[in-house]
């Protein structure tokens, strides 16, 4: 059996004036490490993937560490309590911010929402575009984001399922360059290229695409160039091997039999979603299940 465990801010506090970034502090992060290694074993990425058939289906019980976003602060802060405690890890990052020098609109929305009132944040949205809201959608919006507030959760994800994304763009690419230096954001918040290549040594890289869309709401032309530019940037630039992919997002909305085909045909070995749950072995390699880090045992919600 195969446990994913997913990171993604490691700081030392949260405060901010509004809720909206979430995260583990390292004493907590080292703290569930440890109580983790009493239940199962930690396995590195290079076994995983030449093993996949044999992990899934057995009676051990595998953990499997990874974080998103590329951010600074995981290898800063996670990756020396990492190697203290002889865990491997992968870090998946997006492109996009090394290539482009650009900052997600992802976390655009989080420090925006960290500085603004939710309720004014939708305000400001319905001053741009007309909001189509049903109650299924609100439903859904609790479910997924169920960490948060019924107003916080409403506000992403009208945010991020309810545009395409180059509405999101619009509106956020507007607010956020009323708020903050985008080329500040973009040195403080993600790790650097001589990061990546520590971590393409260490075989402890991957990719979360390029522009951290989600790709199940694209079409082929991008779903392609997401999975394969990201790696082939990637791979020249650290000159490791790229064979894993964790998606944006990763609800079934964003990660599709499609993404999935094309994700195996850019040379993938193995791709994560955000569905919850151990992984048994009648997965498919491309869409693993993977577990937030609070759910699991140590978790805020466990």
Excluded: W
């Amino acid at each position: 059996m195969l446990t994913v465990i997913n990171y993604h801010y490691v700081r030392e506090n949260f405060n901010s004036k509004y809720p909206s970034i979430f995260g583990v502090t390292p004493y907590e992060f080292k703290k569930q490490l440890l109580l983790l290694t009493n239940k199962g074993e930690f396995i590195n990425p290079p076994d995983l993937v030449n093993n996949i058939d044999k992990v899934l289906p057995s009676k051990n019980n595998y953990f499997f560490v990874t974080f998103d976003d590329g951010l600074k602060e995981q290898f800063d802060l996670s990756l020396p309590i990492l190697d203290e405690l002889e865990i491997p890890a992968v870090f998946f990052v997006n492109t996009l911010n090394f290539e482009n020098k650009k900052v997600s609109t992802v976390h655009k929305i989080h420090l925006l929402r960290s500085i603004i009132d939710p309720e004014l944040f939708l305000v400001k949205i319905n001053e741009n575009v007309k909001i189509d809201f049903s109650d299924v959608d609100k439903n859904k919006s609790h479910a997924i984001y169920r960490y948060d507030t019924n107003l916080n959760a409403e506000l992403k994800y009208i945010l991020n399922f309810k545009f395409s994304f180059k509405q999101q763009e619009l509106i956020i690419n507007k607010m956020f360059d009323n708020y903050f230096d985008e080329t500040q954001v973009l040195q403080d918040l993600y790790m650097s290229d001589q990061n990546l290549q520590v971590l393409g040594q260490k075989k402890y890289l991957g990719s979360h695409t390029h522009s951290h869309y989600p790709l199940g709401l694209t079409d082929s032309e991008i779903i392609r160039f997401e999975l394969e530019h990201s790696k082939k940037y990637l791979e020249k630039l650290t000159d490791s091997k790229i064979n894993m992919v964790s998606y944006p997002y990763g609800t079934d909305e964003a990660c599709t039999d499609e993404v999935s085909i094309i994700a195996k045909n850019t040379g993938y070995n193995l791709g994560f979603t955000t569905k919850r749950g151990s992984n048994i072995g009648n997965e498919n390699h491309l869409l693993l299940n993977r577990f937030d880090c609070n759910d699991l045992p140590g978790g805020k919600n466990s």
